[in-house]
C-alpha cells in the first residue's frame, strides 16, 4: 500500500506540507521584521528544488567508469567490461518518460560491453507493469549475457492482496523477465568460459537486515555445485562476481561465507538526493554509493537508473561501466 501512494504523498509533502511547516518555523524563529519573507522564500525555494527534481533531475542520466583490479582475475579476463545498472522501475518510465528507458537501453548498448548486469527492483509494485517494456528490455544483448536479480519491489511484497496471489505474481514477475532473454539468477550461478579461463557470475535472491523485507538469498546456495575449491578452499580460488540486490548483504552474509571477490548491488538509489555531498541513504547504509574495499574484496553499489518517485536531486540515473583487471 505505501509504494502505491508513494507518489501523492512525495506531492503533498513537497508542495504543501513542508513548504507551510517551514514557513511557520522561519515566522517563529526569525526576527519579527523579517520572518514573513525568509519563510516565504524558503517555502518557494522548497518547492522550487522539488520540482526541478520530478521534472529536470529524474531524466539527467550519467555513465560511470569503475575499475577494479585483482590478483584472482584470469589474464584471459584483464580488460572485460561488465554494463551495470539497477533499480529501474520501469513502471514510472511510462507515457511521457517512456524515452527515458529507450535512451537507457540505447546507452547500454552503445557501451558494447563484454556483459550486462541487472541488480534489481524491475517493477514498482505490479508484473503487469514490465509488458508493455518487454520489446524494449529485450533490445539489451551482449556476448557474454544479460544476468538479473530481483529486487524486493519484484517481490510483490506492495500489493495489497493475500499470500497465494502474490506468489503468483512473483511467478509472474519470474516469467516476464525471462521472456526478455536474460538469465535470472535466482540463488544460482553460471560460469563464463574465455579459452581456457574461467570467472563465475552468481545471484542471490534478495536479502536485507530490514526483516519486513524479502529475506530470501543463500549464499551455500547460490553456490552450490562448485568444487570445494571453488568456494574459497585450498588452492585455486576463482574469481566471483556476486550480484545482490540489497547492499546490507555484504558484511552479514557474503563476505562471512564465500569468497566472492566484487559483489554488485543496488536498492539505495543513493537517496535519490545528494546535497553538498549529503544522502539521506547515509543515514540507512554504511554502503550507499560506489566501491567499497574490504582487503582486496569489494562491494559496488549503483545509485540506480530510476525509481518509483520520478525524483532526483543532484543524483542523476547512472549506467555503470566496470572495467576488471588482472593484477
Not at 514490465?130 to 551482449?142: I, T
Not at 516469467?175 to 542471490?204: P, Y
Not at 578452499?233 to 548483504?249: E, K, S, V
Request: net charge neutral; aromatic share 10%; proline share 5%.
Amino acid at each position: 500500500m505505501i509504494a502505491r501512494y508513494a507518489v501523492p504523498f512525495f506531492l503533498l509533502m513537497a508542495f504543501v506540507v513542508v513548504p507551510i511547516v517551514v514557513f511557520f518555523l522561519c515566522r517563529w524563529l526569525c526576527p519579527k521584521r523579517w520572518g514573513k519573507k525568509i519563510g516565504i522564500t524558503a517555502a518557494l525555494l522548497i518547492m522550487l528544488f522539488a520540482a526541478y527534481g520530478l521534472f529536470v533531475g529524474y531524466q539527467q542520466l550519467e555513465i560511470h567508469q569503475v575499475e577494479y583490479s585483482s590478483k584472482d582475475l584470469p589474464k584471459a579476463f584483464d580488460g572485460y567490461r561488465i554494463v551495470q545498472f539497477s533499480d529501474a522501475h520501469v513502471g514510472t518510465m511510462t507515457g511521457s518518460r517512456e524515452w527515458l528507458l529507450e535512451r537507457a537501453i540505447d546507452s547500454i548498448l552503445a557501451l558494447k560491453p563484454d556483459m550486462i548486469v541487472f541488480t534489481g527492483d524491475l517493477q514498482n509494485v505490479y508484473p503487469e507493469e514490465l509488458v508493455d517494456h518487454l520489446p524494449q528490455l529485450s533490445r539489451l544483448k551482449a556476448p557474454d549475457g544479460v544476468y538479473a536479480v530481483l529486487g524486493n519491489h519484484d517481490y510483490a511484497v506492495y500489493q495489497p492482496c493475500d499470500s497465494l496471489e502474490k506468489e503468483a505474481n512473483c511467478a509472474k514477475t519470474q516469467s516476464l523477465v525471462r521472456q526478455t532473454g536474460w538469465t535470472l539468477l535466482m540463488n544460482e550461478h553460471r560460469i563464463i568460459h574465455h579459452d581456457s579461463d574461467s570467472i563465475v557470475i552468481a545471484g542471490m535472491e534478495n536479502w536485507g537486515t530490514v526483516k519486513r523485507m524479502p529475506r530470501r538469498g543463500d549464499v551455500a546456495k547460490t553456490l552450490s555445485g562448485l568444487t570445494p575449491s571453488l568456494q574459497g578452499g585450498q588452492g585455486w580460488a576463482p574469481f566471483i562476481i556476486m550480484l545482490q540486490h540489497d547492499p546490507t548483504a555484504w558484511r552479514e552474509l557474503i563476505l562471512p561465507q564465500c569468497h566472492a571477490q566484487l559483489t554488485l548491488s543496488g536498492h539505495t538509489h543513493g537517496g535519490q538526493t545528494d546535497v553538498f555531498g549529503f544522502s539521506p541513504a547515509s543515514l540507512s547504509y554504511n554502503e550507499w554509493g560506489g566501491m567499497t574495499y574490504e582487503g582486496l574484496r569489494a562491494l559496488f553499489v549503483s545509485t540506480g537508473l530510476g525509481a518509483l518517485i520520478p525524483f532526483r536531486l543532484g543524483l542523476p540515473g547512472e549506467i555503470v561501466v566496470i572495467t576488471l583487471h588482472s593484477k
